[in-house]
């Protein structure tokens, strides 16, 4: 009998974990424009054709006064990444986590990070505090974390505004940055490499993604996070789908940082933190993944 109740245990297990994080994602409902902190606007899209799939759009105004991004910095004993070693640049930590720590009021997940194993609820890697190896550049405080490299365009801000540079570099000065994996947009469409992606039977695979995407002048700044791996709630958004709401909301440079799993959206209340987006880890909802890098943002309270 104890053997049997061993055995049904595990298998309901992952059931009822499922389950309870189902309960607490964000409702299937649309949202506009509204106001979170001075200079950041939140909105929620839900479409439920051609498959279901919510997007979550935190429209930035990088000029906003008190406005101010912040980035993972590294760790005492980190050792930068070489040609010929495997880094160790930052300490995971959930993004929700780094919020509360360094007391933000908004932050993403940033650069694709290795090793990473992700098995079952207990068995992943890297754990909070564990080392992360960043891949990209990452500026934190204008101190490096993770030096540039070829193919990992970099998100480099300036005061009161932001660029994307294909090169993975920042000009000298610049004081907070972070990478991702493929510029999406380049004056306002979408880039030879991209185009040669549409072609692709992958592309129209639905999946969660992460996206950085600024105006002409650098001064407004898009994030945009789709959440999936969540059927009936939803599966993600394909690439064809992200383009065209970049177009649509003005964007003319975008580039698409970590997704999948480590896509998350954190902001502060007023006595902790709370997770905007129906995050999965180990495919179980409602579970935040550690990550090696976030954006954040210091903001100032809605004035009434």
Known sequence: MLKAGLIWSGLLLPLMLYGLGALRRPPREALSNQPLFQG?????????????????ILDIDLTAPGLKPFVTP?????????????????????????????RLQVAVNANYFYPFREE???????????PANLLGLAISEGEVVSLPQQGWPALCFFPQRAEIHASGDCPQGV???????????QNGQPTASVQALLNRPESEKPYPINIAAIDASGARLWLILSDGKQPLYSE????????DLLQTLGATTAV?????????????TDTSSRVLNAVIHAKAP??????????????EPVQP
């Open 40 to 56: 950041i606007v939140y909105s929620r899209r839900v479409e439920a054709r051609p498959h279901p799939q919510i997007v979550h």
């Open 74 to 102: 590294g760790f005492k004993d980190a050792q930068p990444n070489t040609s010929s070693a495997f880094g160790q640049e930052s300490l995971a930590q959930r993004t929700s986590r780094f919020l509360q720590v360094h």
């Open 236 to 243: 993600g958004t394909t690439l064809q789908e992200m383009l």
């Open 286 to 299: 409602g579970q935040e993944r550690p990550v090696g890098n976030h954006l954040g943002f210091f903001a």
């Open 120 to 130: 079952t609820l207990w068995d992943y890697g890297p754990k909070e505090g564990e």
């Open 256 to 268: 698409k940082l970590d997704g999948g799993g480590s896509t998350t959206l954190a902001i502060a």
């Open 175 to 185: 004081e907070q940055a972070v990478a991702g994996n493929q510029v999406l947009l």
